[in-house]
């Protein structure tokens, strides 16, 4: 439904219809040469899922010959015919959602920020940027439940997720969570957390007893049971 939405928005702004775009999606492009190619830093998306959707539904609109999305840069790149110009861009990729923009040029993407944790959480940022943190149990709080959220800023399962850390971290005292940003599913992080790593959120939760609970692709029940111990 996401990516439907963004194209139903795209094709009213750009004056096409859905019958129009379905026709022109399973017929040869008049006219597809490519002129020029036109590269977009976009800021305030929720995850990479969306900026792919955006790129999908770019592909539709008259004069787009070809889309693109950056996963990790977070920037659009278009290739486009004659008749599309820059100035039509902005608009376009602002229905993608509330606060969603387009600069032009590479190297200014970015995803929406996290939001801040209550003040006097027992809450860290160890990496930004995917950097190696070493072993695991060694990021444990000694008489604490402490949680390792591995994430990703493009990763939208991320986001529900870390709400609801944030909401542990205000209301239950003795937990200490630790938040590993993964960056890229090829940085220094993850081939360091190697082949449990396959789906983010991936949670490792640490019992003050010392217990290991590993969750990849966790859901925060998943984590809230092994809580309740």
Same mark, same amino acid.
Request: proline content about 7%.
């Given at each position: 439904?996401?990516?439907?939405?963004?194209?139903?928005?795209?094709?009213?702004?750009?004056?096409?219809?859905?019958a129009a775009?379905?026709?022109?999606?399973?017929?040869?492009?008049?006219?597809?040469?490519?002129?020029?190619?036109?590269?977009?830093s976009v800021?305030?998306?929720?995850?990479?899922?969306?900026?792919?959707?955006?790129?999908a539904?770019?592909?539709?609109?008259?004069?787009?010959?070809?889309a693109?999305?950056?996963?990790?840069?977070?920037?659009?790149t278009? /290739?486009?015919?004659d008749?599309? #110009?820059? +100035?039509? =861009?902005? $608009? &376009?990729?602002?229905?993608?959602?509330?606060?969603?923009?387009?600069v032009?040029?590479?190297?200014?993407?970015?995803?929406?920020?996290?939001l801040a944790?209550p003040?006097?959480a027992? /809450?860290?940022?160890?990496?930004? #940027?995917? +950097?190696? =943190?070493g $072993? &695991?149990?060694?990021?444990?709080?000694?008489?604490?439940?402490t949680?390792?959220?591995?994430?990703?800023?493009?990763?939208?399962?991320?986001r529900?997720?870390?709400a609801?850390?944030?909401?542990?971290?205000?209301?239950?005292?003795?937990?200490?969570?630790?938040? &590993?940003?993964?960056?890229?599913?090829?940085?220094?992080?993850?081939?360091?957390l190697?082949p449990?790593?396959?789906?983010?959120?991936?949670?490792?939760?640490?019992?003050?007893?010392?217990?290991?609970?590993?969750?990849d692709?966790?859901?925060?029940?998943?984590?809230?049971?092994?809580?309740?111990?």
């Amino acid at each position: 439904m996401r990516i439907r939405s963004i194209v139903v928005a795209l094709l009213l702004v750009s004056g096409s219809t859905p019958a129009a775009a379905a026709t022109r999606a399973h017929s040869p492009r008049a006219g597809a040469a490519a002129t020029r190619v036109s590269v977009w830093s976009v800021q305030g998306l929720d995850g990479g899922d969306t900026g792919d959707h955006l790129a999908a539904a770019f592909k539709t609109v008259p004069g787009v010959v070809d889309a693109r999305f950056d996963l990790y840069a977070s920037e659009l790149t278009l /290739v486009l015919g004659d008749a599309f #110009t820059d +100035a039509q =861009v902005p $608009p &376009l990729v602002a229905r993608a959602g509330a606060g969603v923009r387009a600069v032009p040029g590479p190297g200014q993407g970015r995803y929406l920020p996290p939001l801040a944790y209550p003040a006097g959480a027992d /809450v860290a940022l160890l990496t930004r #940027t995917g +950097a190696a =943190v070493g $072993p &695991l149990e060694r990021l444990r709080v000694p008489n604490r439940t402490t949680v390792i959220d591995v994430y990703a800023d493009w990763c939208i399962a991320c986001r529900p997720m870390d709400a609801s850390l944030r909401e542990l971290a205000r209301t239950r005292r003795g937990v200490a969570i630790r938040k &590993l940003n993964l960056a890229r599913w090829d940085s220094t992080l993850a081939k360091e957390l190697g082949p449990r790593l396959t789906a983010l959120p991936h949670l490792v939760v640490f019992t003050p007893d010392g217990r290991r609970h590993e969750f990849d692709g966790a859901t925060f029940g998943q984590v809230a049971a092994v809580l309740r111990w």
